[in-house]
Structures are given as C-alpha cells and as structure tokens.
Nanobody
Framework: QVQLVESGGGLVKIGSSLNLSCAASGGTSSADVMGWFRQARGKEREFVAAVEWSGGITSYGTSVKGRFTISGDNAKKTVHLQMNNLKPEDTAKYYC?????????????????WGKGTPVTVSS
C-alpha cells in the first residue's frame, strides 16, 4: 500500500509562485507514474501534471502548460510541482496521485493511490 503526503499549499496573490511536494512511502515499487490533480469547489477533478518514471515522460493539463513544471526523484519517489504565474482559476485542492504507468489516464482512472490533498488559494 502506497501512502502519499502532500505539502506546500497556501494562500498567494495573483502572479505568485508556489511549489508543492509529494512524498510516497510504502509499496512504492508500484508507483511508476506520479502526478497531480486538482479539484476546485463545485467542479470536477482536473488533471494537472504527471511524470512516468521510466523515460522521464511528463504530461501537463492544457490550462497549466507553460506555467507549471513537474519534477521529482524516482529513487525517493518524490514529486514536486512548481507553479508560476498563478491565477485565481488555479485555486483548488491539489492531490498527489500514483499508479501504474500502463493504466493511468488524465481523468484519474488507474491512479491507485491518492493523497489527502493540499489547498491552494490564489487571491487578488
């Protein structure tokens, strides 16, 4: 069983930057893809970014491409999400997820493990 713990959320102003971190523990050998999803109040879950450790393949959601960067350490099973030029529409709870690279999808299907989330609020 993989446990995921997120950190780094908070309240920031428009245009600011924030870095989220996620650390995995437990049966991490099954976590060959790790990523971030977010859910704003009253909205559906949205894919943010993911990294497949084999080959270092990264993927981004359309609304964050060019502003957010995912990075991490496969050996330590940690991922970071550098978020730049934050906008009010980035306000959401951000969840770290992990799963099998052959099974995951950008709607979150196939991500077998989820953290409890860390809130990000972007205000003017």
């Amino acid at each position: 069983q993989v446990q995921l713990v997120e950190s780094g959320g908070g309240l920031v102003k428009i245009g600011s930057s924030l870095n989220l971190s996620c650390a995995a523990s437990g049966g991490t050998s099954s976590a060959d893809v790790m990523g971030w999803f977010r859910q704003a109040r009253g909205k559906e879950r949205e894919f943010v970014a993911a990294v497949e450790w084999s080959g270092g393949i990264t993927s981004y959601g359309t609304s964050v491409k060019g502003r957010f960067t995912i990075s991490g350490d496969n050996a330590k099973k940690t991922v970071h999400l550098q978020m730049n030029n934050l906008k009010p529409e980035d306000t959401a709870k951000y969840y770290c997820a992990a799963g099998a690279a052959t099974a995951w999808a950008t709607n979150g299907d196939g991500m077998a493990y989820w953290g409890k989330g860390t809130p990000v609020t972007v205000s003017s």
